[in-house]
Each structure stands twice: as structure tokens, then as C-alpha cells.
Antibody, heavy 124, light 107 residues
Framework: QVRLKESGGGVVQPGGSLRLTCDAS????????MHWVRQTPQKGLEWVAF????????YYGGSVRGRFVVSRDDSTNAIFLEMRGLRGDDTALYFC?????????????????WGQGTMVTVSS | DIQMTQSPSSLSASVGDRVTVDCRAS??????LSWYKQEPGKAPQLLIS???ALETGVPARFSGSGSGMEFTLTITSLQPEDIATYYC?????????FGHGTRVEVK
């Protein structure tokens, strides 16, 4: 069974940093592009970042571009989201999600497996 | 960014009813439209991709239609386990964007 599990969330002060990790089991992530998506009651689901199956293509949502960096380590079957300059509007439940299709270098395919999410709270 | 507008924002229907959820894109997205179901406290689950392709394991009472800018999710016979919020998402243009969701309740 394919499972994704996020970790690394917590409470951080404005301007602070966090690193989220998404660990996979039951699947070899190296064949799949991956995404980070966040959710708040106010704004709903918001796509945050994409990393292609080979790590060569990365895309970001406008509100996080320049502050967040997505990466992957296929040797540990994990992806990461490095978040810097955190702001109050970054407060959300952060999901990692797996592309349904193999070999994507563009975020045009849907996501067939999601983790349960890790909560990030930005507050002083 | 492409705006995705869902309607209604919520609905209440009886078991066995036919339910439809609409999703409109602010510009044409061909058929790069997916539907997700999210139950309370759970992650979203992919139901339909490319506007009308049912994912493996999804009950046949779910269907999707549309292309261009107008799309519809239909549940032909609502079941109690269908209580959830349903989201559309376009992946035609970066950034992928979601609708704000339609909450489906059973009377």
C-alpha cells in the first residue's frame, strides 16, 4: 500500500523557518513528480510547489516563490519543503501529494496519493 | 492565475437523489480538470481526471463531464458515504488551482 507521511510542522514566529519532510512507503518516488499543497478553512486548497520526477524542474505558487524551496532525496525516498521568511498567511495544513503518472516534468497530471498533512502555524 | 468557481458552495440532498456540482474556469482549460473528494479530517481523494475519466475503484455513480470552461460532477444516486466536500482542480496552466469546494450533506 502506497503511503505518504508528512512531518516537520509546528509553531514558528513570523520570519522564521521550517523544513517539512514527506516520507514515502510502498512506492519508489524516483519515478514520480511530487507536489506540496496547503489548506486553510479560509482559502481552501492551495497548490504550493512541484518537483519533477528527476528533480530538474521545480515550480512554485506565487505567494511562496522566493521563500520556499522544494527538493527530493531518492536515496531516502523523501521530498522536502524548506520554508523561510514565514508569514501569518503561511499558516495551514501542508500535504504532500504524488503524481498519478510516472515521469512527469510538468504539473499537468492529477494526484493519486496524499499524506495526512502536517500543521504549520506562524504566530508570535 | 486561472480562477475556478464552484457552485453551489453547499447542498443537501436525500439518499438516492441525483446531485450535480458545477465548476467554471476563468479561461479555457481544455479537459485538464480533476475532481477530488475530501471527507472531514482526511486528505483529498482523486475521483475523476481529464474531466471525465473515472479513477480505478471509484464507484460508477460518480461521473464527470464538460470541456473548455464548464464542467460538472454528477452523483447519480447519493449514498451516505458520499458526505464530503468536493473540489475541482485545473492543471492546464501553472499554478494549478482549485475551486473553493462544494459541501455535500445528506438530509
Amino acid at each position: 500500500q502506497v503511503r505518504l507521511k508528512e512531518s516537520g510542522g509546528g509553531v514558528v514566529q513570523p520570519g522564521g523557518s521550517l523544513r517539512l519532510t514527506c516520507d514515502a512507503s510502498g512506492v519508489t518516488l524516483s519515478s514520480f513528480a511530487m507536489h506540496w499543497v496547503r489548506q486553510t478553512p479560509q482559502k481552501g486548497l492551495e497548490w504550493v510547489a512541484f518537483i519533477s520526477f528527476d528533480g530538474k524542474n521545480k515550480y512554485y505558487g506565487g505567494s511562496v516563490r522566493g521563500r520556499f524551496v522544494v527538493s527530493r532525496d531518492d536515496s531516502t525516498n523523501a521530498i522536502f519543503l524548506e520554508m523561510r521568511g514565514l508569514r501569518g498567511d503561511d499558516t495551514a495544513l501542508y500535504f504532500c501529494a504524488k503524481d498519478r503518472d510516472t515521469g512527469s516534468f510538468h504539473p499537468w497530471t492529477p494526484y493519486d496519493v496524499w499524506g495526512q498533512g502536517t500543521m504549520v502555524t506562524v504566530s508570535s | 492565475d486561472i480562477q475556478m468557481t464552484q457552485s453551489p458552495s453547499s447542498l443537501s440532498a436525500s439518499v438516492g437523489d441525483r446531485v450535480t456540482v458545477d465548476c467554471r474556469a476563468s479561461e479555457t482549460i481544455s479537459n485538464y480538470l480533476s475532481w477530488y473528494k475530501q471527507e472531514p479530517g482526511k486528505a483529498p481523494q482523486l475521483l475523476i481526471s481529464r474531466a471525465s475519466a473515472l479513477e480505478t475503484g471509484v464507484p460508477a455513480r460518480f461521473s464527470g463531464s464538460g470541456s473548455g470552461m464548464e464542467f460538472t460532477l454528477t452523483i447519480t444516486s447519493l449514498q451516505p458515504e458520499d458526505i464530503a466536500t468536493y473540489y475541482c482542480q485545473q492543471t492546464y496552466r501553472i499554478p494549478p488551482t482549485f475551486g473553493h469546494g462544494t459541501r455535500v450533506e445528506v438530509k
